[in-house]
């Protein structure tokens, strides 16, 4: 029988991914876009003091569904999330591929929501969802120069919107007609509140022509190939009829200003009667000076008819008789290639109803009133279509196609350049043309035409800079890393601060730099490679001292990141780096600064360790690697830490320095470990503990046998894994170590555990509580609980379980340790799910999830898949669950561990048992029995046993169910665990029918 309870009024949103399913994204795209939905979700209604773990929550495939509690108010969801919502997208947009950023739809109403035994519905549900899917929403977003787009119902409109703080005028009505809904909804664009235009209105009568010529433009290209959303956003500006609209287009050279202006140009004409015409400014035109604005107004002038003889002289004349010939005209002015503001600010008309479009390649931000339109790189997709067009190779394979296009930078003139040299040999195929490019010393001299090149482009603005901008420029493309600061700039530079700063934003303003997140700038890859052409004349020797000066000021800045960070984030498993590691200052002070640095450096320290190896720089090398103890740790990747300190290895013993080597193996075998290389892992490890008792340090010996102990454990070696934990903490004991004591003690509490003494585990782990607490060290503090909690939770003490997780997961957040937050989330979820709350475990397993799969974690990931898969069943949705137990599977059995996949076996049961397939359901407790066996994991064991009991009872062969659930019974009884109960209880009293419960 179907359970429907009483209908409870709530706030219903809905957010939906735009072209989530594009043709250029892939899958590991895809996944990256759901990461970031999610992540800004959660940081917006954060900040908007909605309650995210509170809302019910269901995931859509390319957007979320969302409940929120009855007590939240609704105004914040209009008033204070879209705006959070926007900078959290922007944000994460400005640090990831064009494949994988994010523009958002979402909806908001508000009604009568019904809960029944498949999740809620509701015909208010309905609504959300068509208003989301509306045509209204889509071109709305699609017409927007934002990342969102908000639609409220009318309910939500005249009952929150009216009456908040945003105002309803910066909302418009459409009408929705989807399906067998006919409704009214209301438009918002947070990020790009441009005013509503009537519709209806006739244009004003076009004046009278005057003499000369009226229409200049340069004819568009049939080739023009994508910027959609760019060129919306010229027709909207189009449309402004009460002023003089302006339109600054900037972008790096050979980006497609131009092509851009002209085609949109084109497409407006018909709006602009009296006249569209274009004029170049000559900024950047070889052997020719940029227009001044005088003479610009005056080849304006004579242009519509003017007589040369009567022309005034100053330019404030010229400029007054150009505003008078304006007056009452609706006229279209394109400005081409214009040097600056002051060059183009007599020539802009002040009527109403005029447009001018401007191109730059500085930023002309200070223009009055202009709104300013970036052009970037083209997306893969429309530069593999620009090449086809240009090229005329409809057969043409996508994949050297999109090698072609990568290699020009994803740049329209350099994708047009490689075209026309595809065009002009029909004998060469594109695999030939991909061979050239890609082996050419000079990149940069292969994408040419006649006398047209992307270097000379570059070239041009290059002349521009001044002699300071010019070197600055040259130690930029030095640098082995994505993006850089100021600070990185300054050092390799060997300038001020101040200086490097004001440098930095005049390339970003000359479009040779972009800035992808604040105050961090990239360089183009063709752009890079010009930096690099035009400073090779400094020399070898100028070259090594630039990066000597950048490879010290990260040795430097990461040791004093690593003191900052390191009393509550370093693991346990590593040794701390020797002291001092450099001289000289930080500008990091405090923990935040130092994480926040970390975060946007740490792909760039790996960048220069593995440059200064490939260069020979052995001492830079092992400095590195030190100073990145704490930041790989926390931070991950692990197979990027993993090749750190392989590459630290080989350096430490090229230069003879074997205390380092010794470091470097413990580090390599934790992260050989930690990416599922167990028996890597241990071999290493042993190879670093025999190293650092040759140097008599206790210490690296402690740490070695800790991370072997643990390694074993993995590969359900419990005896050796024991062993190994016991030695480590005799000789922590001997030296008088209670920070390793209490280290050696949790990791052998965890070896009690699986050996089914979960009283030898919770002691060991509360006498590790202990010592952690009397040290004042949280993360150990974190992570006994975490194991504490999980003994609670194996007997049955569900509250204990859920305060120790629970605050565990608070405490590694706090300290930003993802990873661990991320371990403690995952079987916070398996207690939710076993005191009945499995929704709530699903959402806090897929947060997990998310994390493992980022570090590279297998072993987390296979954890967190197969406890989903448990909460997925528990919730009804049974093809969800197999599939999660599945991967589960998969992973546990790449990396060889069998307790793993014992308990994934135990699961698969489960699901099978509760879908009606017995049979099925006893093949696999049958394997997990005899693996438990094997490897001696007597809760597994005992689980196995008891679904083996549900199995023969649904069979209806009551003698072997009873047998198998005694010897369940007797195992769970001698272990501890919390099943014993229940299981006694049924052998008792003869009820050989499995309750439901039992299968959580």
């Known amino acids: 029988m179907v359970r429907i309870e009483s209908a409870v009024h709530r706030t219903i949103l809905v957010v939906d991914v735009e072209k989530f399913g594009a043709p250029d994204r892939t899958d590991r795209h895809q996944v990256a876009v759901r990461a970031g939905v999610y992540r800004a979700l959660r940081r917006a209604f954060a900040k908007a003091d909605i309650p995210w773990r509170r809302c019910h929550r269901e995931d859509r495939g390319d957007g979320v569904f969302v409940l929120a509690p009855p007590d939240v108010p609704k105004a914040r969801f209009v008033e204070q999330l879209p705006g959070e919502l926007v900078r959290a997208l922007r944000e994460h947009n400005s640090t990831h591929a064009p494949e994988e950023r994010i523009r958002l739809r979402m909806s908001l109403h508000a009604g009568e929501i019904r809960y029944d035994d498949h999740g809620v519905t509701g015909t208010a549900i309905n609504l959300a969802f068509r208003l989301l899917d509306s045509s209204p929403s889509k071109s709305a977003l699609a017409a927007s120069s934002g990342v969102l787009a908000v639609i409220v119902s009318s309910w939500f409109f005249e009952e929150v919107v009216r009456h908040g703080a945003i105002g309803p005028d910066t909302f418009h009505p459409v009408r929705v007609e989807l399906k067998e809904t006919v409704a009214v909804g209301w438009i918002g664009l947070p990020d790009d509140p441009r005013p509503i235009v009537e519709t209806g209105t006739a244009p004003p009568e076009p004046a009278a022509p005057r003499p000369g010529v009226r229409r200049t433009l340069p004819r568009d290209t049939n080739a023009f190939t994508g910027r959609t959303d760019e060129v919306a956003r010229l027709l909207a500006a189009a449309e402004a009829r009460d002023q003089s609209a302006v339109v600054a287009i900037d972008g790096m050279a050979g980006v497609g200003k131009t092509a851009l202006a002209v085609h949109a140009a084109h497409r407006m004409a018909d709006r602009f009667p009296d006249g569209q015409l274009f004029l170049r400014l000559h900024a950047h035109s070889d052997g020719r000076n940029p227009l001044d604005p005088s003479e610009a107004l005056a080849s304006l002038l004579s242009g519509v008819g003017f007589d040369a003889k009567h022309m005034p002289t100053s330019l404030d004349d010229r400029a007054a008789l150009w505003r008078d010939h304006l007056s009452g005209r609706r006229v279209l002015l394109v400005l081409d290639d214009a040097a600056g503001p002051q060059q183009v600010e007599h020539l802009l008309p002040p009527t109403a109803g005029c447009l001018t479009l401007i191109t730059s390649r500085r930023r002309l931000t200070s223009l009055d009133n202009a709104m300013t339109l970036t052009l970037g790189t083209l997306p893969p997709h429309d530069g593999a279509a620009l090449f086809v067009r240009l090229s005329g190779r409809e057969a043409a394979g996508a994949g050297p196609v999109g090698e072609l296009v990568r290699l020009g930078g994803h740049l329209p003139l350099a994708i047009s350049l490689l075209a026309g040299r595809l065009r002009h040999h029909p004998s060469w195929t594109v695999e030939d043309l991909v061979d050239d490019v890609r082996t050419a010393r000079d990149r940069l001299g292969e994408i040419r035409a006649e006398n047209v090149a992307v270097a000379t482009a570059l070239d041009l603005s290059y002349r521009n800079l001044s002699a300071d901008g010019q070197l600055l420029f040259h130690r930029l493309g030095l640098h082995p890393g994505v993006d850089l600061d100021a600070h990185s700039a300054a050092a390799l530079a060997d300038i001020p601060l101040s200086d490097a700063r004001a440098l930095l934003r005049g390339l970003y303003d000359d479009h040779l730099l972009d800035e992808p997140s604040r105050d961090r700038y990239r360089m183009h890859d063709l752009v890079r490679e010009y930096s690099r052409a035009v400073g090779g004349g400094d020399g070898a020797a100028e070259h090594r001292q630039v990066l000597d000066r950048l490879f010290s000021y990260y040795r430097r800045t990461a040791a004093a990141a690593d003191d900052l960070i390191s009393d509550d984030a370093v693991s346990y498993l590593l040794i701390p780096p020797h002291r001092p590691l450099g001289t000289g200052e930080s500008h990091l002070t405090t923990a935040t600064e130092a994480w926040a640095w970390i975060r946007a450096e740490r792909s760039n320290l790996i960048a220069c360790l593995l440059d200064a190896a490939n260069r020979a720089e052995h001492r830079h090398v092992v400095d590195l690697a030190e100073a990145m103890t704490t930041i790989l740790d926390t931070n991950g990747p692990w197979d990027k830490a993993a090749l750190v300190q392989e590459v630290a290895v080989a350096a430490a013993r090229h230069i003879g320095d074997t205390a380092r080597e010794a470091t470097s193996l413990v580090h390599l075998g934790h992260y050989r470990a930690r990416t599922g290389n167990y028996r890597g892992a241990i071999d290493t490890l042993t190879q670093g503990l025999h190293a650092h008792r040759e140097l008599g340090r206790p210490q690296g010996q402690i740490l070695a046998l800790i991370g072997v102990g643990a390694a074993r454990r993995q590969l359900d070696d419990y005896t050796g894994a024991a062993e190994a934990h016991t030695q480590a903490l005799e000789l922590a004991r001997a030296e008088g170590s209670r920070e390793h004591e209490a280290n050696a003690l949790n990791e052998l509490g965890i070896v009690r555990q699986a050996q089914g003494d979960l009283a030898a585990a919770a002691t060991a782990h509360t006498r590790a509580l202990d010592i952690y607490e009397t040290l004042g060290h949280r993360r150990g503090q974190a992570d006994a609980r975490v194991e504490l909690g999980l003994v609670r939770r194996a007997t049955g003490n569900h509250a204990a379980a859920l305060e120790l997780l ?195």
């Not at 599939?883 to 790449?894: C, N, P, S, V």
């Open 806 to 1000: 629970s605050r565990a997961a608070a405490d590694f957040h706090e300290l930003s340790d993802s990873f661990n937050e991320a371990f403690a989330l995952n079987h916070l979820g398996t207690v939710l799910r076993l005191t009945g709350d499995p929704g709530e475990a699903i959402g806090t397993h897929l947060t997990a999830l998310r994390v493992s799969a980022a570090w590279g974690d297998r072993l987390g990931h296979a954890v967190g898949l197969n406890e989903l898969g448990a909460a997925y069943r528990v919730a009804g949705d049974h093809p969800a669950a197999a599939e999660a137990h599945r991967q589960a599977l998969d992973i546990y059995q790449t990396i060889g561990h069998r307790t793993g996949v014992a308990e994934t076996l135990n699961q698969q049961g489960n699901l099978l048992l509760a879908t009606g397939t017995p049979h099925e359901a006893w093949d696999r407790y049958n394997l997990a029995l005899r693996i438990a066996r094997e490897i001696h994991v007597p809760l597994e064991e005992a689980r196995a046993l008891d679904g083996l009991g549900n199995c023969a009872t649904a069979l209806s062969q009551p003698d072997t169910a009873l047998s198998c659930f005694r010897q369940a019974l007797e195992i769970f009884e001698r272990i501890g665990a919390a099943e014993a109960a229940e299981t006694a209880e049924r052998v008792k009293s003869g009820r050989l029918r499995a309750p439901a419960t039992r299968l959580q």
